[in-house]
Protein backbone atom coordinates (compact mmCIF):
# COMPACT_ATOMS: atom_id res chain seq x y z
CA UNK A 1 0.00 0.00 0.00
CA UNK A 2 2.24 3.17 -0.86
CA UNK A 3 2.93 5.38 1.75
CA UNK A 4 3.65 9.13 1.92
CA UNK A 5 5.42 10.63 4.54
CA UNK A 6 5.86 14.58 5.05
CA UNK A 7 9.31 15.93 6.72
CA UNK A 8 10.25 19.42 7.98
CA UNK A 9 10.31 22.00 10.62
CA UNK A 10 7.26 22.61 12.31
CA UNK A 11 8.33 26.08 13.29
CA UNK A 12 9.38 28.73 10.91
CA UNK A 13 9.57 32.70 11.46
CA UNK A 14 7.66 35.09 9.47
CA UNK A 15 9.54 36.27 6.08
CA UNK A 16 11.47 33.45 6.32
CA UNK A 17 11.01 29.94 3.56
CA UNK A 18 8.36 27.12 4.65
CA UNK A 19 9.91 23.89 3.10
CA UNK A 20 8.81 20.39 3.51
CA UNK A 21 9.66 17.25 1.57
CA UNK A 22 7.07 14.38 1.02
CA UNK A 23 8.47 10.94 1.21
CA UNK A 24 7.10 8.22 -1.64
CA UNK A 25 7.39 4.19 0.00
CA UNK A 26 5.88 1.06 -1.38
CA UNK A 27 5.71 2.66 -4.71
CA UNK A 28 6.79 4.21 -7.81
CA UNK A 29 6.79 8.25 -7.86
CA UNK A 30 7.54 7.92 -11.46
CA UNK A 31 3.85 6.15 -11.76
CA UNK A 32 2.68 8.20 -15.21
CA UNK A 33 -1.02 7.88 -14.34
CA UNK A 34 -0.48 10.43 -10.93
CA UNK A 35 0.16 13.91 -9.71
CA UNK A 36 1.80 14.41 -6.14
CA UNK A 37 0.74 17.56 -4.38
CA UNK A 38 0.38 19.56 -0.88
CA UNK A 39 -2.85 21.10 0.50
CA UNK A 40 -2.90 22.50 3.82
CA UNK A 41 -5.69 22.67 6.53
CA UNK A 42 -6.02 25.76 8.66
CA UNK A 43 -9.17 26.60 11.51
CA UNK A 44 -9.82 29.95 9.61
CA UNK A 45 -9.53 28.69 5.86
CA UNK A 46 -10.27 25.28 5.76
CA UNK A 47 -8.62 22.78 3.22
CA UNK A 48 -6.59 24.67 0.35
CA UNK A 49 -4.96 23.06 -2.32
CA UNK A 50 -1.26 24.37 -2.66
CA UNK A 51 -0.41 22.73 -5.56
CA UNK A 52 1.10 19.45 -7.80
CA UNK A 53 3.71 18.46 -9.32
CA UNK A 54 3.78 15.15 -12.66
CA UNK A 55 6.81 12.95 -12.27
CA UNK A 56 8.45 15.24 -15.34
CA UNK A 57 8.30 17.84 -13.04
CA UNK A 58 5.84 20.14 -14.48
CA UNK A 59 4.42 22.13 -11.77
CA UNK A 60 0.31 23.34 -10.87
CA UNK A 61 -0.06 25.84 -8.79
CA UNK A 62 -2.87 27.16 -6.71
CA UNK A 63 -3.20 30.93 -7.71
CA UNK A 64 -3.70 32.51 -4.86
CA UNK A 65 -0.49 31.63 -3.76
CA UNK A 66 1.46 30.88 -7.54
CA UNK A 67 3.93 34.23 -6.36
CA UNK A 68 4.92 32.19 -3.59
CA UNK A 69 5.07 28.42 -4.25
CA UNK A 70 7.36 26.33 -5.41
CA UNK A 71 7.06 22.31 -6.03
CA UNK A 72 9.39 19.95 -7.40
CA UNK A 73 10.21 16.44 -7.49
CA UNK A 74 13.28 14.59 -7.05
CA UNK A 75 12.21 11.18 -8.95
CA UNK A 76 15.51 9.07 -7.71
CA UNK A 77 15.18 9.98 -4.16
CA UNK A 78 11.55 9.29 -4.48
CA UNK A 79 10.47 12.10 -3.05
CA UNK A 80 8.74 15.33 -3.54
CA UNK A 81 9.17 19.59 -2.05
CA UNK A 82 7.36 22.19 -0.99
CA UNK A 83 8.52 25.92 -0.96
CA UNK A 84 6.58 28.58 0.46
CA UNK A 85 8.48 31.86 0.61
CA UNK A 86 7.96 35.18 2.73
CA UNK A 87 5.74 33.01 5.50
CA UNK A 88 3.04 35.13 7.77
CA UNK A 89 1.20 33.42 10.45
CA UNK A 90 -1.84 32.78 8.38
CA UNK A 91 0.96 30.56 6.75
CA UNK A 92 0.22 28.50 10.05
CA UNK A 93 -1.57 24.92 9.25
CA UNK A 94 -1.40 21.01 8.84
CA UNK A 95 0.12 20.74 5.80
CA UNK A 96 -0.77 17.07 3.92
CA UNK A 97 0.93 15.84 0.76
CA UNK A 98 -1.35 13.95 -1.49
CA UNK A 99 -0.97 11.50 -4.50
CA UNK A 100 -3.44 12.55 -7.28
CA UNK A 101 -5.80 11.49 -9.89
CA UNK A 102 -5.33 13.16 -13.38
CA UNK A 103 -7.59 14.39 -16.67
CA UNK A 104 -6.02 15.37 -19.95
CA UNK A 105 -8.53 17.56 -22.04
CA UNK A 106 -8.07 18.22 -25.46
CA UNK A 107 -5.00 20.59 -25.16
CA UNK A 108 -3.89 19.93 -21.17
CA UNK A 109 -3.86 18.05 -18.29
CA UNK A 110 -4.61 18.85 -14.50
CA UNK A 111 -4.55 17.37 -11.43
CA UNK A 112 -7.93 15.96 -9.67
CA UNK A 113 -8.99 14.28 -6.50
CA UNK A 114 -6.48 12.93 -3.85
CA UNK A 115 -6.50 9.20 -3.04
CA UNK A 116 -4.07 8.72 -0.85
CA UNK A 117 -3.07 11.22 2.13
CA UNK A 118 0.50 11.61 3.99
CA UNK A 119 -0.44 11.61 7.86
CA UNK A 120 0.04 15.39 7.84
CA UNK A 121 2.57 17.79 9.48
CA UNK A 122 2.15 20.97 11.58
CA UNK A 123 3.66 23.86 11.01
CA UNK A 124 3.53 27.18 12.86
CA UNK A 125 4.80 30.41 12.01
CA UNK A 126 6.09 32.47 15.02
CA UNK A 127 9.06 34.47 15.89
CA UNK B 1 -12.18 31.28 -8.54
CA UNK B 2 -15.05 28.57 -7.89
CA UNK B 3 -16.61 28.99 -4.33
CA UNK B 4 -17.89 25.75 -2.96
CA UNK B 5 -20.59 26.27 0.06
CA UNK B 6 -21.74 23.46 2.19
CA UNK B 7 -24.74 23.29 4.23
CA UNK B 8 -26.20 22.36 6.66
CA UNK B 9 -22.93 23.48 8.80
CA UNK B 10 -23.42 20.52 11.15
CA UNK B 11 -25.75 17.89 11.18
CA UNK B 12 -27.31 16.01 14.31
CA UNK B 13 -28.18 12.46 13.56
CA UNK B 14 -28.90 9.26 15.05
CA UNK B 15 -27.22 5.97 13.79
CA UNK B 16 -29.72 4.25 11.44
CA UNK B 17 -30.98 7.66 10.51
CA UNK B 18 -30.34 8.88 6.31
CA UNK B 19 -27.73 11.57 6.17
CA UNK B 20 -28.29 14.22 3.40
CA UNK B 21 -25.39 16.92 2.68
CA UNK B 22 -24.98 19.45 0.16
CA UNK B 23 -22.75 21.17 -1.88
CA UNK B 24 -23.10 24.43 -4.20
CA UNK B 25 -20.67 25.74 -6.45
CA UNK B 26 -20.78 29.13 -7.67
CA UNK B 27 -20.09 28.46 -11.32
CA UNK B 28 -21.04 25.31 -12.82
CA UNK B 29 -18.63 22.51 -12.47
CA UNK B 30 -17.31 21.01 -15.63
CA UNK B 31 -17.53 17.46 -16.53
CA UNK B 32 -19.19 17.08 -13.08
CA UNK B 33 -15.52 17.02 -11.43
CA UNK B 34 -16.89 17.00 -8.16
CA UNK B 35 -15.20 15.27 -5.08
CA UNK B 36 -16.64 14.33 -1.48
CA UNK B 37 -14.52 13.56 1.61
CA UNK B 38 -14.54 12.29 4.47
CA UNK B 39 -12.25 13.57 7.95
CA UNK B 40 -12.02 12.46 11.46
CA UNK B 41 -10.10 13.98 14.36
CA UNK B 42 -6.50 13.82 14.03
CA UNK B 43 -6.63 12.12 10.53
CA UNK B 44 -6.19 13.07 6.75
CA UNK B 45 -9.43 13.76 4.81
CA UNK B 46 -9.93 10.02 2.90
CA UNK B 47 -11.38 10.27 -0.42
CA UNK B 48 -15.67 9.14 -0.63
CA UNK B 49 -16.67 10.03 -3.96
CA UNK B 50 -15.50 11.72 -6.97
CA UNK B 51 -17.09 12.42 -10.67
CA UNK B 52 -19.95 13.47 -8.36
CA UNK B 53 -21.18 9.97 -8.13
CA UNK B 54 -18.32 7.77 -8.28
CA UNK B 55 -17.49 5.35 -5.13
CA UNK B 56 -13.83 5.55 -4.42
CA UNK B 57 -11.88 1.86 -3.91
CA UNK B 58 -13.31 0.21 -0.54
CA UNK B 59 -16.07 3.18 0.18
CA UNK B 60 -19.48 1.04 1.34
CA UNK B 61 -22.27 1.39 -0.85
CA UNK B 62 -24.43 3.34 1.64
CA UNK B 63 -22.43 6.54 0.35
CA UNK B 64 -23.69 7.97 -2.88
CA UNK B 65 -23.24 11.41 -4.75
CA UNK B 66 -25.52 13.03 -7.18
CA UNK B 67 -25.93 16.09 -8.70
CA UNK B 68 -24.47 17.93 -11.84
CA UNK B 69 -23.95 21.85 -12.51
CA UNK B 70 -23.76 24.06 -9.46
CA UNK B 71 -25.88 21.64 -7.07
CA UNK B 72 -24.62 18.47 -5.50
CA UNK B 73 -25.36 16.01 -2.96
CA UNK B 74 -23.75 13.13 -0.46
CA UNK B 75 -26.14 10.89 0.51
CA UNK B 76 -25.47 8.20 3.61
CA UNK B 77 -27.80 5.87 3.58
CA UNK B 78 -28.23 4.63 6.96
CA UNK B 79 -25.89 6.33 9.56
CA UNK B 80 -22.49 3.89 11.31
CA UNK B 81 -21.24 5.08 14.61
CA UNK B 82 -17.79 5.10 12.52
CA UNK B 83 -19.79 7.60 9.70
CA UNK B 84 -19.84 10.71 12.12
CA UNK B 85 -16.90 12.83 10.98
CA UNK B 86 -16.94 15.96 8.70
CA UNK B 87 -17.28 15.54 5.45
CA UNK B 88 -15.84 18.30 2.20
CA UNK B 89 -16.61 18.56 -0.92
CA UNK B 90 -13.84 19.86 -3.40
CA UNK B 91 -13.94 20.72 -7.23
CA UNK B 92 -11.62 20.22 -9.66
CA UNK B 93 -13.31 21.02 -13.62
CA UNK B 94 -11.36 24.58 -12.41
CA UNK B 95 -8.10 24.54 -10.57
CA UNK B 96 -9.07 22.54 -7.11
CA UNK B 97 -11.15 24.05 -4.23
CA UNK B 98 -13.14 23.23 -1.47
CA UNK B 99 -16.19 23.48 0.32
CA UNK B 100 -16.24 24.50 3.96
CA UNK B 101 -17.24 21.16 5.44
CA UNK B 102 -20.27 19.77 7.00
CA UNK B 103 -19.70 18.03 10.38
CA UNK B 104 -22.12 15.04 11.22
CA UNK B 105 -22.49 14.46 15.34
CA UNK B 106 -24.38 12.26 16.92
CA UNK B 107 -27.42 13.89 18.15
Known amino acids: QLQLQESGPGLVKPSETLALTCTVS??????????WGWIRQSPGKGLEWIGS???????YYNPSLKSRVTISVDTSKSHFSLELTSVTASDTAVYYC???????????????????WGKGTTVTVSS | EIVLTQSPGTLSLSPGERATLSCRAS???????LAWYQQKPGQAPRLLIY???SRASGIPDRFSGSGSGTDFTLTVSRLEPEDFAVYYC????????FGGGTKVEIK
Open chain 2, 27 to 33: QSISSNF
Open chain 1, 53 to 59: VYYSGTP
Open chain 2, 90 to 97: QQYGSSLT
Open chain 2, 51 to 53: GAS
Open chain 1, 98 to 116: GRQGGYCGSSSCSPTVIDV
Open chain 1, 26 to 35: RGSIRNNNYY
